[in-house]
Each structure stands twice: as C-alpha cells, then as structure tokens.
C-alpha cells in the first residue's frame, strides 16, 4: 500500500477532531478487541489528509484508486491508536488533567490567527476553536477524552522506545556517512561490497547522498514571469503567447519593475505570493531554462525562452555555487536520521506485536478491493510513486 508521507499524517491527527468537516455517521469501519473505530473519526481523518494532498501534492489523487489507499492507510492508523491506547489501559498508564489541559490549550493556540482576516486575535482564539468542535459535532468534554488517550498513547510510547532503541553512537553516524560518502564519489569497489553485503544499507546511502547532492548542488535563484503554450494549443494561439512574452521583456527593458510584471503578466498564480521567485537546482529544471538561469549575470532578465509548456521570462537574483560537505557538516542530522529510523522500526514491531495478539476484525470495504490482485498491486505501486516524487519535491 501507499506509504503515506509523514508531514500529512501528522498534520491530520493535529487537527485530527479539530478541522471544518462534519460527521454525522457514528457508525464503525472496525472492531479492535470489541472496541469501535467510529466512521465519523475515520472520515475526518481521512478528509483532512486528502485536504493536505489537495493543497500540496494534487497529482497523487488522480491515482487510480488513490482515496481507497489513503482510506486504508488512515484506517490502519486508526486502528494502530486504539491498539495502543488499550496497552496503555493494560499498563495503567496514568494521565493528570493538566497534562489534557495542556494538550487543549497547545491546539488553541493555532487559532490565534484569524482566518478571515489573516491576523492574529488570541482573545479570539478560545470562540474559534469552539466553533471548530461544533462544527465537528464534537463536545468539549469528548474531545479531552480524545486528549486524554492521547497522552496516555505518548507516554507508553517513551517507557517502550526507552526499553527498546539503543541510543545512536557516534561510530553509527561514521559509518552511515562512509556509505553515503562513497555513492557521493561513486566509489564502485566499495558500492558493490556494501551492495553485497547489506542492499538496504545501499539503498538508504543511496537515497540520502541523491538529497545530499541535492541541497549541495549549484543553486540561482530567479524570478519567474511564465505564459503557458500546452501542446494541445492552436499554432495562432502560441503565436499570440510569443508575442506578448516579447511585448513583457521589452517593457521590463523600458524601465517596468520585475516583480511588478510577475504580478502583471505570469500566469503562474500559485507563485505570485512569493513574486516569482524559485530556487533552481542545476541539471534538475527544462534543459532551455537550465541554460539560461546558469549563464547569465546576477541581475540580468533573459530574452523570452520556450519550452514544451510555454514561454518564460526570468531574472537572475542570487547564485550559489556547488559546496562541499563534510562528516561535521551533518553529523548531527545522520545521529538524528538513524535515531528516528529506530524509533519508527520499534514502533512499529511493537504495534505488530499488539496487532497479532488482539482481535482486530474490518467492516469498511473500498472499491479497489474488488479489482484483480494485479491491477490493485499496479495501482497502489503507481500511486506511492507518485507520493514519493511529490514528498521530494516538495522538500526541494
């Protein structure tokens, strides 16, 4: 199944009883030891990470079958917490009231801003974060209940990674670096040793050394003016988008601000809050626009460039050049890297172990159920993808 990015997870159970969709079906998708997960608790889940991949990743819900596999990603989430907060019960995890009451008072605060006004109100933000447990159908008390399962499920989380993950040594992030390090020079005698000795030791060195190159990489930053020229448009219409890219250029020549003809001119909409600015990444951005960005002067606007969806104005801003990076450069983001991979790893062995133990028993159905076993392998494979490329992009 789609392996949901993290970001998004987290930002739904944020808000998870907490966001601007009702529920009304108080029925339940499953049973964990005789316990319901409630329909209306799985389909406010649900709405809000489809919201989040709306917002930033729209391409992944056009998917086949995508909302079927977020659907079952989230419905296994649920499962996971109810799992655990009945450990917590089983170990008598205790919770003080201030412990909830700080829990409610650190989501209130993100209804300090506004939304209708984009400032920030704090003596607003108690009626706005009432109207939002309305809007859920959701009382105050339940929703401390929720708080309250909540720090309970935290906290035995502690005491078990406590038990379970060794702390990470310094001779750890030593020696994830030399693995990353020699992908980064494409050492092959050392790649095919590694590659035989332990291909998921490969993978992830392989993984972070392309993120590493990534932000180490040759950068310029530009200011975007883009009119679009799909292939589908008419040969007098792309004529018409050329001409004005030449009328733009020429009035930026003639004294026109640049920030002032993004506003103007780009077609872009989803840029004009930052202006038109973008960082490129040298080899990454068209071929026409690589050339560009990398050849002309900080300052200088480049003459109309077409490429396979349209035409583009920029203006070189800022370059950087490529930087090397040492052991001491990241050490303390690897010790941290390998710290979480070991917390998600004894997580999620310990979530196993609660999950063969107890009586798990599904009643939601989705309609990517009922197609071939390959088709629904192929759909799910296409959709994480998708995930994946939409996640990296988004962190460029």
């Given at each position: 199944?789609?392996?949901?990015n993290k970001?998004f997870?987290?930002?739904?159970v944020?808000f998870?009883c907490?966001n601007?969709?009702s529920a ?5 998708v499953a049973t964990v030891?005789?316990r319901?997960v409630l329909a209306?608790e799985y ?7 489809i919201?989040e991949?709306q917002?930033?990743?729209?391409q ?7 909302k ?5 990603e989230v419905?296994?989430?649920l499962?996971?917490k109810?799992l655990?907060?009945?450990a917590?019960e089983e ?8 412990e909830?009451?700080a ?5 209130k605060?993100r209804?300090?801003?506004d939304?209708l ?5 704090p003596k607003?933000?108690d ?8 809007k859920?159908?959701?009382t105050?008390k339940r929703y401390k209940e ?7 499920v ?6 078990k990674l406590?038990?379970?993950v060794t702390?990470v ?5 030593k020696?994830l670096y ?5 992908v980064m020079?494409n050492?092959?005698?050392k790649?095919k ?6 291909p998921?030791k490969l993978k ?8 590493l190159?990534q932000?180490?990489a ?6 975007h ?6 292939k589908?448009?008419?040969?007098e ?5 050329e001409?004005?890219?030449?009328q733009?250029k020429?009035?930026?020549d003639?004294g026109l601000?640049f920030?002032s003809a993004v506003r103007?001119?780009t077609e872009?909409?989803?840029a004009l809050?930052s202006g038109?600015?973008?960082i490129l990444?040298?080899?990454?951005a068209?071929?026409e ?6 050849t ?6 480049s003459?109309?460039?077409k490429s396979?969806v349209?035409?583009h ?11 090397s990076?040492?052991?001491e450069?990241?050490?303390r983001d690897l ?8 917390v ?7 979530i196993e ?5 107890a009586d798990?028993?599904?009643t939601?159905?989705?309609?990517s159920?009922e197609q ?5 392998a192929?759909?799910k ?5 998708t ?10």
């Open positions: 199944m789609i392996k949901m970001l997870l987290a930002a739904a944020a998870g907490v601007a969709y009304k079906i108080d029925s339940s030891n005789g319901p209306s389909d406010n889940y649900l709405q809000g990470v919201a991949y917002a930033a990743a729209p992944i819900l056009q998917q086949p079958h995508a079927d596999i977020l659907g079952s419905l296994k989430e499962i996971s109810e655990l907060y009945q917590a170990e008598k995890v205790q919770v003080k009231d201030s909830v009451d829990g409610i008072n650190e989501i605060t209804f300090i801003v939304e006004t984009g400032k920030e109100d607003g933000a009626k706005r974060f009432n109207e939002a447990l309305k859920q159908g959701m105050l929720k708080i309250k399962k909540d720090v309970a935290r906290k035995l989380m502690e005491t406590k038990e379970n702390p040594e310094e001779a750890d992030a020696a030399a693995n990353v390090e020699a020079k050492n092959t005698k790649i040793a590694l590659e035989k000795e332990d998921m992830e060195a392989q993984l972070i050394a392309a993120k190159k932000l180490t040759e950068q310029v930053r530009i200011g003016i883009f009119l679009a020229a799909p589908d448009m008419s040969a219409d792309v004529k018409k988008k001409e004005l890219a030449n733009i020429k009035e930026i003639n601000d920030s103007k001119y872009e909409k989803n809050a038109g600015d973008m990444i040298k080899g990454v068209p071929k626009i690589d050339a560009q960005a990398f002309l002067a900080v300052g200088k606007v003459k109309p460039i396979e349209g035409f104005i920029i203006k070189v801003k800022e370059k950087r050049a490529e930087k990076i040492s052991y450069d990241i050490s010790a941290q890297y390998l710290a979480q991979q070991r998600q790893l004894a997580m999620a062995q310990y172990q609660l999950y063969n133990k798990v028993k599904i939601l159905t989705f309609e159920d071939p076993a390959e088709s629904a192929e759909a494979t296409d959709a994480k993808k995930d994946t490329a939409a996640t990296d992009t988004k962190k460029k």
